[in-house]
């Protein structure tokens, strides 16, 4: 497991068996995500697929020009990639006053072909207005001719922000694979369209991810049993979140049920339901404005000090701004 990134601001990382890589979400433009591998001594040329958790900004904003670049395929959930698209399709929005001046102006254009139609106006500032309007109306036949028509829909396709070389989809709860890597993808509480974590598992060795999460439900601690090398999210500091810079709306967001787990709510599943068999434990997705790694690593650490066979677990902090070292099992 390589973490090349982890935190509200961009989330990557690299679960590799030796015939297998598979990149976990890419949240970091495609250049600073091939920046990172580089940094981390991977090639992403070797990597077989990306794969995507949830639809949230700091998981997919260098996605599609990654996949394009190296015409990987794409593992979603459908929901996932659903809401993907129509993130990324731009909508424009209309006040209910700049709708009525629309309608108005599209019922001026309608009486002005029609008189123009008719002839009966024979005034000829009138007229041009008309055909103008008309024009606009039908799709302009000489644009056609003109060739502007025909390059359009290439200039479209290429700057389709949703095109993607390949995309597989699956479904929480179902086994799939890539190459020799066995994949368990498990539903997470959070405020996305249908967010997932993972277990996977290659020459009996066991990884698993499970960050943005508002709490621990019994689905994830049950995924979360017999495994290796744990990521989990230690997202914030409950008395910095509460005191901290954000606006009451989002403090809410990010401590309800589909929010994310806090140090305290991660040393609790550490200390009450965590079977104690990972040798690594690394906590990610720590909030820089509502954390303190040195608080996250206490919390974790103190959980596992309360039962005294833990401490051989070793415990990591997955960084934002920097790769950290491979895990080797
Ligand atoms: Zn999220
Ligand atoms: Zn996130």
């Not at 998981?59 to 593992?75: D, E, S, T, W």
């Not at 996305?192 to 598992?201: L, R």
Request: aromatic residues 6%.
């Amino acid at each position: 497991m390589t973490v090349l990134a982890s935190g509200s601001k961009g989330n990557s990382t690299v679960i590799a068996s030796s015939k297998t890589r598979v990149l976990v979400d890419a949240g970091l433009s495609c250049r600073e995500l091939l920046k990172r591998m580089a940094a981390a001594g991977e090639d992403p040329e070797k990597l077989d697929a990306i794969l995507i958790t949830h639809e949230h900004v700091d998981h997919v904003a260098g996605l599609a020009v990654l996949a394009r670049r190296l015409k990987i395929p794409v593992f979603f959930t459908e929901s996932t990639h659903r809401a993907w698209i129509r993130m990324l399709t731009p909508r424009t929005t209309m006040t209910y006053a700049k709708w009525l001046e629309h309608l108005q102006k599209e019922k001026e254009a309608r009486a002005a072909a029609a008189a123009s139609d008719s002839g009966a106006v024979e005034d000829s500032a009138l007229n041009e207005v008309g055909s103008i309007a008309a024009g606009a109306a039908v799709d302009d036949p000489m644009g056609e001719e003109s060739g502007e028509v025909e390059v359009e829909p290439a200039v479209k396709k290429k700057a389709d922000p949703t095109y993607l070389p390949a995309v597989e989809y699956f479904h929480s709860g179902a086994h799939f694979s890539i190459g020799d890597i066995e994949i368990m993808p498990f539903t997470i509480p959070h405020d996305a369209a249908d967010p997932c974590g993972f277990v996977f598992e290659a020459a009996g060795i066991r990884m698993a991810m499970a960050t943005d999460l508002g709490y621990m439900p019994a689905n994830v601690k049950a995924a979360l049993k017999n495994i290796d090398v744990m990521l989990l999210e230690s997202n914030h500091d409950l008395e910095m979140l509460r005191d901290g810079p954000y606006p009451w709306s989002v403090k809410q967001r990010v401590l309800s049920r589909v929010g994310h787990l806090s140090n305290d709510a991660t040393a609790a599943f550490l200390s009450d339901d965590y079977d104690g068999k990972a040798s690594w434990i690394v906590l990610g997705h720590l909030s820089e404005s509502n954390n303190a790694p040195e608080l996250a690593r206490l919390a974790a650490e103190q959980a596992l000090g309360g039962r005294p066979s833990l401490l051989g677990n070793r415990v990591v902090l997955a960084a934002q701004e920097a790769p950290i070292d491979s895990i080797l099992m």
